[in-house]
């Protein structure tokens, strides 16, 4: 299999590439507007067919590449189910399967950090988590319809009961991490592991005081279209 | 097999930690000083037992984390043969191979952006190249004892012969990327592809025109004393 992750200095955003190595079809996952020329690049010189642009959530920090790299491509563009975004090919729902060469990826919704996050699970090997769970952390949840509650319960119950070994690649990381596992955030992560209770997590993101989001009246409208400006 | 990438943003520096999953024996490959508080805490929460500190060179652009790590871990501290760093536990030859739990790291010595330049081949997976190859480019050879003639020729000789699919982890991106192969690199690298002569080699490494290196006053002296400043 091809994958790459990929880094956007200015957000702190992730961007993966998988696909296929024999037919070579593939998914990108949460591009950034700022990177499509080098992303393009990189599927140009592996020679992979894009079949899908995928957005884990309506991100508010960055504008997403959906509609350059489809209109590069011809990649249809998907999202979760519950995204307000007509722009997209499709709205995935639970447990729908999306197929690259010999390899899916099955959509696993996690609102909490948005009322519309989406994982995305790579069978036996790792899981896209979005804003959803971060290494060592989680996304806020006090903008775009987000619920502690909903975000604690998803986490919980449908990514803390992958495998222990299933690699965890965030949409974010602020100290230079790349990836986690599900057996390290039961452990480790100091809002969400196992010996927090609901109420604790709820308590840890109600005193946040965290700044007004700095590029959401900007990326928000826009990634509302795809990313068209 | 346990592996991270890390990321330093202050000098776009790749660091890796390698670890057999079984008995928890690894090496960490370029660690930066100020991140040893990030590293070490991975070390410890992944139970990682270290065993060498490896330095892919004498950098120049930042202080190497190896003397912290060594008194936080009674790890050994290792470069390759011809590095001027009398704290080094090892010095490494050539075809060395450095064991860790069931893994080898294969010593290959690729001079050329300094004069002790060593890439750690771990054998049908990945290669970590410092700054001898880099994506999509090399280090600069006009420091340290550089050698525009000498990168060009291990390179060729010694990391494009390895098989294609090898991935190859280097130093340092700048533009987010993570890993290439050499196969790619083979193909695609503006300035070591394979349709490039060494004369075209040496004449674009000529006219680079850089500016001087901003922390090598610093880092330089520290390193040669594994960090310790």
Redesign the interface.
């Known amino acids: 299999m091809i994958f790459?992750?990929?880094?956007?200095?200015a957000s702190s955003t992730y961007t993966y590439i998988l696909a296929d190595s024999d037919g070579k079809e593939g998914v990108i996952i949460d591009p950034v507007m700022e990177?499509v020329d080098?992303d393009f690049q990189?599927l140009q010189?592996?020679g992979i067919q894009l079949k899908w642009i995928l957005d884990t959530h309506v991100h508010a920090d960055h504008i997403t590449a959906a509609a350059a790299l489809k209109e590069k491509t011809g990649a249809k563009i998907g999202l979760g189910a519950g995204a307000n975004v007509a722009c997209a090919d499709r709205l995935f729902q639970e447990n729908e399967e999306i197929s690259f060469g010999d390899y899916q990826l099955k959509v696993i919704a996690t609102p909490g950090h948005t009322d519309s996050c989406t994982s995305y699970y790579l069978k036996g090997y790792c899981v896209f988590t979005g804003d959803t769970l971060l290494i060592r952390g989680c996304g806020r949840t006090d903008f775009q319809q987000g619920s502690s509650e909903r975000l604690f319960q998803n986490v919980r119950e449908k990514l803390f009961t992958l495998p222990d070994e299933t690699l965890v690649y965030p949409a974010h990381d602020y100290?230079?991490?790349?990836?986690s596992s599900i057996g390290?955030e039961k452990?480790?992560n100091p809002r969400l592991k196992l010996s927090n209770t609901k109420e604790q997590f709820i308590e840890i993101m109600k005193n946040l005081k965290l700044d007004y989001p700095k590029q959401i009246d900007r990326a928000l409208p826009a990634n509302l279209k795809c990313g068209k400006v």
């Open positions: 790459r992750q990929l880094f956007d200095l990177n080098r990189i010189e592996l100290k230079g991490r790349m990836a390290e452990q480790f």
